[in-house]
């Protein structure tokens, strides 16, 4: 009995642990204000989860590199292109991970080169449930070549500020189960500007999969991932993946849709328990779908250990 007391003890202390962070988090946002970096939109986002929740780091105990590149729109002038860097790895305890996420995203004559670091918490629920928040903070290079579209008109000036990024988010997993919410940029805020103009215009992320084992080498994971922000009309993406092979190699295969957007497919291979490969395609279906050739995605990752708690 005094053992079980104990770890209840053990565990409501780190639930408002969790808390007080969280709430720390808050208010020191408060103080900064906002002003938006970037909001790249990932069709793999579940190969790349951390871009959009900083907790979701908390899920792996091992170390992790990956690399994914964004080219939307291909073949239509100034498109956007998105490049992502992603580094987390647990601390001593692995209980709490540390992560760095380095993001280029260019559209047109203007392009903004950010860098995040993410700090994540998890604690055990139960025997097979787990809770992560995370925090993420950084700043970004923004510059816009305006002189490019006209070197005649005075309007057309050249831009280069400094801004930075407060983000949330929070995590609920099982081996099986996941759903995360987030707030990537929750306080953006002017670095580069005397008066530290702010506003708030934050952007609210839902995510959640469910792993079903069909046959002993064969699953199934349907995922959705959902984006409101205030004034734009909510973008919901519903995907289903299906995994072939046995665990640390195999080929994941999916298919989905983005509400009034895009339909997309995709492949991961998992070439060893360390190294992933994913790609995804976008056809849009909207008016721009005759003329652009589809959004491409490709993403490597690399695992120091077993990828997942």
Sequence with gaps: MEFSLLNIFNRNMQLKGLSCILVLGLAFSHAFGQQQIQRALYTQYGFNPMASNPSYQAVSENAQLMALSRFQWVGFEGAPKTYTFVASAPLTNKRTSLGLMVVNDKIGVEQETSAFVNLARSIQLSADSYLAVGFSGGAGLYTANFSDVSNVDPLFVNERAWRGNLGAGVSYYTKKFYVGASIPYLYNFQLSSETNRAELDP?????????????SNFKMRPSTFIRYAPGQPVVIDGNVKFFIGQMGKG???????????????????????????????????????????????????????????
């Excluded at 995709?266 to 005759?290: C, E, P, R, W």
């Design 251 to 309: 080929v994941w295969l999916g298919a989905g849709y983005r509400s009034n957007a895009a339909v997309n497919a995709m492949f991961q291979l998992d070439l060893t328990s360390n190294i992933q490969l994913g790609y995804a395609v976008d056809f849009a279906t909207t008016k721009l779908h005759n003329r652009q050739s589809g959004t491409h995605e490709v993403a490597l990752s690399y695992s120091f250990g077993s990828r997942a708690r």
């Design 203 to 215: 952007d609210y992320y839902l995510m959640s999969y469910y792993e079903f084992d069909l046959a």
